[in-house]
């Protein structure tokens, strides 16, 4: 009788732990903004400008507002040219130049040229007004692969 009782509060505790344990609970929704979407829904644009032996400068610029007002991190990310990933490194919001204005965000990355086409952005918001929500932002959907720079 004491091995049917064992049983009785074992199994749920099994299936509490099975629910809570579960990865869905701790994903994001990730999705790809295009050039019009992140400027006309969101106020984000990407620049490029020469760097020297460093190749092409690409920055996001944006405001803190809405959904990133709840801005968590940024990634660079490469990909290699099948589409795998091959590096991602989290981003600390940087002035990229002394004139920037005081509510603007940017992330920057520097990388040759041939390079950029598989490089993207990947900005995570946890807790804003859409979610817990992450988008790509691919340079390639940006910037011209054969002329990058957007500013002198």
Not at 10 to 21: D, E, H, K
Request: with cysteine; hydrophobic share 40%; glycine share 8%.
């Amino acid at each position: 009788m004491r091995s049917v009782s064992h049983l009785s509060w074992a199994l749920p505790t099994i299936c509490v732990f099975m629910v809570t344990a579960s990865p869905s609970l701790g994903m994001i929704d990730v999705g790809v903004l295009t050039k019009e979407k992140a400027r006309e829904k969101y106020g984000i644009t990407m620049h490029a400008r020469k760097n020297g032996d460093a190749g092409i400068k690409v920055w996001l610029e944006f405001k803190r507002e809405g959904w990133l007002g709840k801005l968590t991190y940024a990634e660079l990310r490469m990909e290699d040219a099948k589409g795998k990933h091959v590096i991602s490194a989290q981003r600390q919001p940087n002035p990229v130049h002394h004139r920037q204005a005081e509510n603007t965000t940017t992330f920057a990355f520097s990388a040759d040229a041939g390079r950029l086409a598989q490089c993207s952005f990947l900005v995570v918001c946890y807790g804003s007004n859409e979610g817990d929500v992450g988008y790509y932002l691919r340079v390639r959907d940006f910037l011209d692969p054969e002329n990058p720079v957007t500013e002198e």
